[in-house]
Nanobody, 123 residues
Framework: QVQLVESGGGLVQAGGSLRLSCAAS????????MGWFRQAPGKEREFVAA????????NYADSVKGRFTISRDNVKNTVYLQMNSLKPEDTAVYYC????????????????WGQGTQVTVSS
């Protein structure tokens, strides 16, 4: 069983930065691939980024490539999403998810999800 708690969301102006954190419980965190999704009002949840359990491989949505960076600390049981050059269209609730299969994380079918953290980017 893995429990995920996101934090770090907030209000930021366009062009600014935020770093989201997702703290995971459970001693098996290091065996899980982790990912970030987001959902804007009236839109479907969409994939943002994912990272392999080793941290050696990452995957990004085209819309965030070059601006967002996913990383993890397997000692702190935490995955991060550094978001730079934020745009108003990045406004959404951001969720982290976890699964032992990278394919499930990217597809959004992972076993575990957090409750989400709101990111609002003003123009």
């Amino acid at each position: 069983q893995v429990q995920l708690v996101e934090s770090g969301g907030g209000l930021v102006q366009a062009g600014g930065s935020l770093r989201l954190s997702c703290a995971a419980s459970g001693r098996t965190f290091r065996s899980y691939c982790m990912g970030w999704f987001r959902q804007a009002p009236g839109k479907e949840r969409e994939f943002v980024a994912a990272i392999l359990w080793t941290g050696g491989s990452t995957n990004y949505a085209d819309s965030v490539k070059g601006r967002f960076t996913i990383s993890r600390d397997n000692v702190k049981n935490t995955v991060y999403l550094q978001m730079n050059s934020l745009k108003p269209e990045d406004t959404a609730v951001y969720y982290c998810n976890a699964d032992q299969a990278m394919s499930a994380v990217v597809a959004g079918t992972g076993d575990y999800w957090g409750q989400g953290t709101q990111v609002t980017v003003s123009s």
